[in-house]
T-cell receptor
Framework: KAGVTQTPRYLIKTRGQQVTLSCSPI?????VSWYQQTPGQGLQFLFE???????NKGNFPGRFSGRQFSNSRSEMNVSTLELGDSALYLC????????????FGPGTRLTVL | GNSVTQMEGPVTLSEEAFLTINCTYT??????LFWYVQYPGEGLQLLLK?????DKGSNKGFEATYRKETTSFHLEKGSVQVSDSAVYFC?????????FGAGTTVTVRA
């Protein structure tokens, strides 16, 4: 079974721009979560989608948003990019909502100049 | 709230040495516990997990036992290889999200 895939793997943007990241979960998994990884803050939860609905949201500003499609693929959007948004963005999928095991993709490395 | 504390690195070992990474947690209820590993330039890979007290997770020679009385989930491997060089994260969940420790960088020298 194929794992979680994320595209693109690398992105370079400038301040003020917006960016969209994509995640395809493991086949059959309906829950997709997004995490931000930075050297200073470590791994932080952004949000979770299940059956096309945002179920939970972490403590991030409204510039961070997402959505999930009927095939469970998810996109994450960051508007008005700031230098501090430079990070590795990780997508994780799990079969069910709740405490099921999460499987991670390779991440998208976003650099904001 | 939930929190995970793991021993700070970096840890440098010689091949075939014994590895221990300490992890303790604070959580309500009965969380599931995980160890994830991150190799350079990659995402997180699930290494092992335990879902209830006294469970032992194991994979690729690594082991960790869920100790509720000490709220710990220490990672051990008896004989490390150069290929084990990576960052190791202890994590827990008792709801929808994972809470992670800060990560421990392990370097194994030949």
């Amino acid at each position: 079974k194929a794992g979680v895939t994320q595209t693109p793997r690398y992105l370079i943007k400038t301040r003020g721009q917006q960016v969209t990241l994509s995640c395809s979960p493991i086949s059959g998994h309906r829950s997709v979560s997004w995490y931000q990884q930075t050297p200073g803050q470590g791994l932080q939860f952004l949000f979770e989608y299940f059956s096309e609905t945002q179920r939970n949201k972490g403590n991030f500003p409204g510039r961070f948003s997402g959505r999930q499609f009927s095939n469970s693929r998810s996109e994450m959007n960051v508007s008005t990019l700031e230098l501090g948004d430079s990070a590795l963005y990780l997508c994780a999928s799990k079969a069910l909502a709740g405490t099921d095991t999460q499987y991670f993709g390779p991440g998208t490395r976003l650099t904001v100049l | 709230g939930n929190s995970v504390t793991q021993m700070e690195g970096p840890v440098t070992l010689s091949e075939e040495a014994f590895l221990t990474i300490n992890c303790t947690y604070t959580a309500t209820g009965y969380p599931s516990l995980f160890w994830y590993v991150q190799y350079p330039g990659e995402g997180l890979q699930l290494l092992l997990k335990a879902t209830k007290a006294d469970d032992k997770g194991s994979n690729k020679g690594f082991e960790a036992t869920y100790r509720k009385e000490t709220t710990s989930f220490h990672l051990e491997k008896g004989s490390v290889q150069v290929s084990d060089s990576a960052v190791y994260f202890c994590a827990l969940t008792n709801d929808y999200k994972l809470s992670f420790g800060a990560g421990t960088t392990v370097t194994v020298r030949a």
